[in-house]
Every structure is written in C-alpha cells, then in structure tokens.
C-alpha cells in the first residue's frame, strides 16, 4: 500500500508509553534484529492516535483515563531518551505531555461515545484532517 499507492502507514495505539514502544518496534525494529530491520521496519510511519492531547480535544471523559504507574512513568522518561522518538519533535511533545499529566488512555476509551465511535467519527475525522505526527 506504502510503496504502489503511496499512502501512509499509519499506527492506532493506546495513549500510554507501550503504545510508543509498539509503534516504534514497527519504525525502526527490536534492537535484537537490528540485522534485518531494513526488511521488517517502516522508519517514517506515523503516529495516528490515540495520542494524550486527543485526550481533551476528544473530551475523553476523566473516568475512561487511566492514571500513569510509577513503571508507565519509568518507561515513558526511558522512551524520550530514544532516537527514534527523539526524530520526531511533535512526538517528543505528546510524550512529555503523557508523563507530565501522568495520564494514559486506552483506544477503548472512545467507545464511551458507543461503539461505533471509533470507526464512524474518530478515524475518519483523524484521516479527513490528516492529524498524524
């Protein structure tokens, strides 16, 4: 899709630092199969959602958001340290954001909307205005 339509390969992760390190597995690899990460990684993939500042501009109402462990803290300062992150500025921005509201959400956070939230308003607005970092 990438290469002969030239469309963008997006990623839909939790808004949480796991969701970051998913996201980046798929950007540049594991460290332990660096040998063949030209082959399995996409390097400029893109960050669709739920990323933390959908957490206001969607009104994701306080009880869906999950307050961040000290471990999800630990991880997210860890994930600013990487270069792959450290590329993308606005994702260094949502980052820092994340670990200093010490809040995460999970993508089923929008389904307090119904569940069709997801598929019939989040992504196609996300995609309409292209809001991916």
């Known amino acids: ?7 963008p390969v997006l990623a839909l992760v939790d808004s949480d630092p796991y969701g970051l390190k998913i996201l980046s597995v798929y950007g540049c690899g594991l460290k332990n199969m660096s040998y ?5 990684t996409t390097p400029d993939i893109k960050w669709l959602g739920i990323r ?15 307050t961040m462990t000290d471990q999800d803290i630990k991880t997210g300062k860890e994930m600013l340290e990487e270069d792959f ?13 994340m670990v200093k509201t010490k ?6 956070a929008l389904s ?5 939230y997801l598929s019939e308003t989040y992504l196609p607005l996300k ?6 970092i």
């Open 127 to 132: 995609l309409q205005e292209q809001d991916w």
């Open 103 to 108: 809040q995460k959400a999970e993508i089923q």
């Open 1 to 7: 899709m990438k290469l002969e339509l030239k469309l």
């Open 52 to 66: 933390p500042c959908d957490l206001d501009k969607y009104k994701i109402p306080e009880q869906c958001r999950l």
């Open 36 to 40: 063949d990460s030209a082959n399995l």
């Open 112 to 116: 307090t909307f119904g569940f069709q």
């Open 85 to 97: 992150v450290k590329k993308n500025p606005k994702w260094v921005e949502e980052l820092t954001l």
